[in-house]
């Protein structure tokens, strides 16, 4: 027994997720060089609200509450993963794993052919997790410019592009 379960969004849940967006990001304090991911602001409920309308955002819940999330928007043939959050009193059960294979199910059966994502190349939690369930660095961002274009936006919000990376995990 798990303790807790996963399911598609509603956009009732939308209230919920900035707070848990923002615990996970108290996570950072511990990096070098990115304790002032914490003090960013998370994705506000109104666009999680737009995300999840759209059919393909989960969350997890343990004991009625959103302990985790995961959002994306939809881009063509691949389905971006927005934000990927577990609060960190219930890190370490495999949420995020699970939330992350479950979207896969959902994004194939769904028609797309690649999940994609935008993330930190030296924080354990990040690239290196992603590359465990799959995930690919791209390479060539040339060859992605929506990815490439992302990172640029990142890099313009303050994030460090020499730490930055965009992955994609190809769906069979």
Request: aromatic content about 6%.
């Amino acid at each position: 027994m798990t303790g807790w379960s996963i399911r598609l969004a509603k956009p009732e849940d939308a209230e919920h997720l900035p707070a848990i967006e923002r615990a996970a990001g108290r996570l950072f304090l511990e990096v070098d060089g990115l304790t002032g991911i914490a003090d960013m602001d998370p994705i506000p409920a109104d666009a999680q609200r737009a995300m999840i309308r759209k059919g393909h955002c989960l969350v997890a819940e343990s004991d009625g509450r959103i302990v985790g999330f995961l959002s994306t928007q939809p881009h063509r043939r691949e389905l971006h993963i927005r934000e990927l959050s577990v609060h960190p009193d219930m890190q370490g059960q495999g949420i995020g794993a699970v939330l992350l294979r479950a979207i896969g199910v959902d994004a194939l059966n769904s028609g797309f052919a690649a999940l994609t994502l935008t993330t930190f190349t030296d924080v354990a939690w990040n690239a290196p997790f992603y590359a465990r369930l799959g995930f690919e660095t791209v390479e060539d961002l040339d060859a992605h410019p929506r990815l490439k274009a992302d990172i640029e936006q990142e890099v313009a919000h303050g994030l460090p592009r020499e730490r930055r990376c965009a992955m994609i995990r190809f769906l069979d």
